[in-house]
């Protein structure tokens, strides 16, 4: 998902709403005094990550149109842990953990739309889970430069950038697409989702995706 990338974050601290308060949000530094955890401690710091976390949570209820707690999940507490790994990062069990090389705003957006958003109680492709979490990302105004463009791409569900460009292009043709898409998602996947929303079917969409950028 992250390529080559420089170690900085970018901190958003505005449109802080009662939804994200609700929450207590933690921060821990487990990469010690490893180049990685020296830099977190000096260069970003747990308070900021705290405020990316809150500012995150409330970008996500907005734009999944979670307006009260009934419509989203229950959340009591997002744990950030900052280590030594292999990878970028994942989410589980709403603890987020993040390589200590890899602590960026567009990751933990990433990442904190994982502890959020409905996975159709497991049945829905892991692809379209990603390409929502990166659709955030995007949303958000977070989307590196190395991304695939609009367009590009084998298949809808291929995940990531490449779904998350496809669910925008969508999101075009029906405002508030994907947010009526993650709460159909709560209870479980049915590719009929598509029809039901848009009046065609996946393969159709993407088709017609791909026709419109093919120049």
Do not use: C
């Amino acid at each position: 998902m992250v390529h080559h990338m420089y170690f900085l974050l970018l901190i958003t601290l505005a449109g802080l709403h009662g939804t994200a308060h609700a929450v207590d949000y933690d921060v821990t530094n487990n990469a010690g005094t490893s180049a990685g955890g020296v830099r977190f401690d000096n260069d970003i710091g747990a308070e900021y990550s705290r405020q990316t976390l809150i500012s995150a949570t409330d970008f996500i209820r907005r734009l999944f149109q979670q307006n009260t707690a009934a419509d989203g999940k229950s959340v009591q507490k997002i744990s950030l842990v900052i280590e030594n790994m292999s990878g970028v990062a994942y989410a589980s069990n709403d603890v987020i953990h993040v390589s200590a090389d890899y602590i960026i705003t567009g990751v933990l957006y990433h990442e904190t739309t994982h502890v959020w958003q409905w996975n159709g109680n497991g049945q829905a492709p892991v692809g379209l889970i990603e390409g929502i979490a990166d659709y955030v990302r995007l949303k958000a105004g977070y989307d590196p430069s190395h991304w695939v463009q609009a367009g590009q791409g084998d298949r809808w569900d291929q995940g990531y950038d490449v779904t998350a460009r496809f669910l925008d292009y969508l999101n075009g043709l029906r405002d508030g697409f994907v947010a009526e898409l993650n709460s159909k998602l709560r209870d479980g996947y049915s590719a009929t989702y598509f029809v039901d929303l848009l009046g065609k079917n996946v393969d159709q969409l993407w088709t017609e995706y791909k026709a419109k950028y093919a120049n």
